[in-house]
T-cell receptor, first 117, second 114 residues
Framework: DAGVTQSPTHLIKTRGQQVTLRCSPKSGHDTVSWYQQALGQGPQFIFQYYEEEERQRGNFPDRFSGHQFPNYSSELNVNALLLGDSALYLCASSQNRDRVFSNQPQHFGDGTRLSIL | AQKVTQAQTEISVVEKEDVTLDCVYE???????LFWYKQPPSGELVFLIR??????QNEISGRYSWNFQKSTSSFNFTITASQVVDSAVYFCALSSTGRRALTFGSGTRLQVQP
């Protein structure tokens, strides 16, 4: 039973570039959330996708966008990269029965470590 | 607004010692959920436990136990007879009905020395 898989593992970009990170949820999960974790801090919620729509968004600028595909996999896109975007980006998936989203444990992938030069 | 505070930034113990990680939360919601996650050096957040606001029973799972006290808004985590493999960063997190996001604390780094 495959868990949450993310690609790539590491990525190095320069300021101003754009990046796309990918996530495949755990088998049987239909909801994907993205988090940003700066060094030494707890993860910060970026947004969550369910039924191919963004359902909730954290305090992140429009440079951060996403997409969910019919097979539940998801992408996180970041435009106009800044030095401050350097972080570990974590994808989490969950299964949301009866549309009750908040009580299901989220299962996390290993993350993509993004470094901006 | 929701908030999770983990006041202990780093704890160092010797193997076989018991250790308690503190978590204090703030929320105005009456129905909410508390979680603990473990983050080893590999980076993956490993789910340990979920507790809802209506269930104040303490829980024990092997060497792990959790103490939930609504009166003090705390959800503390105790590891009994710690082992080197317990070394990791531990995060407490909070969500509530209608709020899809997990709100994490800043984490507690536990180092277990042999």
């Amino acid at each position: 039973d495959a868990g949450v898989t993310q690609s790539p593992t590491h990525l190095i970009k320069t300021r101003g570039q754009q990046v796309t990170l990918r996530c495949s949820p755990k088998s049987g999960h239909d909801t994907v959330s993205w988090y940003q974790q700066a060094l030494g801090q707890g993860p910060q919620f970026i947004f969550q996708y369910y039924e191919e729509e963004e359902r909730q968004r954290g305090n992140f600028p429009d440079r951060f966008s996403g997409h969910q595909f019919p097979n539940y996999s998801s992408e996180l896109n970041v435009n106009a990269l800044l030095l401050g975007d350097s972080a570990l980006y974590l994808c989490a998936s969950s299964q949301n029965r009866d549309r009750v989203f908040s009580n299901q444990p989220q299962h996390f992938g290993d993350g993509t470590r993004l470094s901006i030069l | 607004a929701q908030k999770v505070t983990q006041a202990q930034t780093e704890i160092s113990v010797v193997e076989k010692e018991d250790v308690t990680l503190d978590c204090v939360y703030e929320t105005r919601d009456t129905t909410y959920y508390l979680f603990w996650y473990k983050q080893p050096p590999s980076g993956e957040l490993v789910f340990l436990i979920r507790r809802n606001s209506f269930d104040e029973q303490n829980e024990i799972s092997g060497r792990y136990s959790w103490n939930f006290q609504k009166s003090t808004s705390s959800f503390n985590f105790t590891i009994t007879a710690s082992q080197v493999v317990d070394s990791a960063v531990y995060f407490c997190a909070l969500s509530s009905t209608g709020r899809r996001a997990l709100t994490f604390g800043s984490g507690t780094r536990l180092q277990v020395q042999p």
